[in-house]
């Protein structure tokens, strides 16, 4: 038996706030690609703009960002939850909810992304 | 903000708590406090409306040609283009005010004169881009 009591999760708020940040990079950077990719683009039309998802590492960079995007708006939609919401019971359905449409958002945009 | 009774003087004297999501609209903030709560504001839209009608629109861009025009006739109609405005708006502020937070979190600019500068800078960058953007989707040019 020790003495000390581990009070709190050590180091779970850091992690969140530092995913939050490294998440929020991966993004801004895939808006970059994406912009100078659209601006190539000779003309946008089904085919080029199809085309350019076709791509194997356009599926996984946009993937990518889509992972960090559903992880970056976990943690930004608890903090606003935590904030706001006091009663227990709503801020667990709240948060539950907030995971199940996250995961069903990131399970929609795979497939969308392997139907090209 | 609640008032608590002043033993001295029997006066209500004002007494501060954190500012409830209600409160928002009865202070007035700082720049670098709009900033902040526009952060919040664009990044609950963006969560709320962004990311289901990004998701659809996305779908109905990819899965084929008859779609396609589906995507263009859904994006031609004006009710359509001030939402995408809005969110348009939502994520250049959002994407704006990110970065100032990541050069806080770098300890640069935390004095009160430069914080209250990158603010203006935020509000200033955010807003000209949504306005090109508006004038792209309004189809100015």
Redesign the interface.
Known sequence: MTTKRLIVGAHYGLRDWLAQRITAVVMALYTLVLLGWLFALPELTYGTWAGMFASTWMKVLSLLALVALVWHAWVGVRDIFMDYIKPAGLRLLLLTATIVVLVGYALWAVTILWSV | MTDAVDKATGRARPEFR?I??TQIAGYRLPLAGIVSILH?IS??L??LVG??FA?YL??Q?????IS?DNYRAIVSHWFAKLVLLGLAWAYLHH?CA??RY?FL?LDIGVDKAASRSSAAVVMAISLTLTFLVALKIFGVF
């Open positions: 954190n409830h999501v919040r990044g609950a963006l969560f990311l289901p998701l996305f779908q861009s990819l899965l084929s040609e396609f994407l990110g970065i990541l979190d």
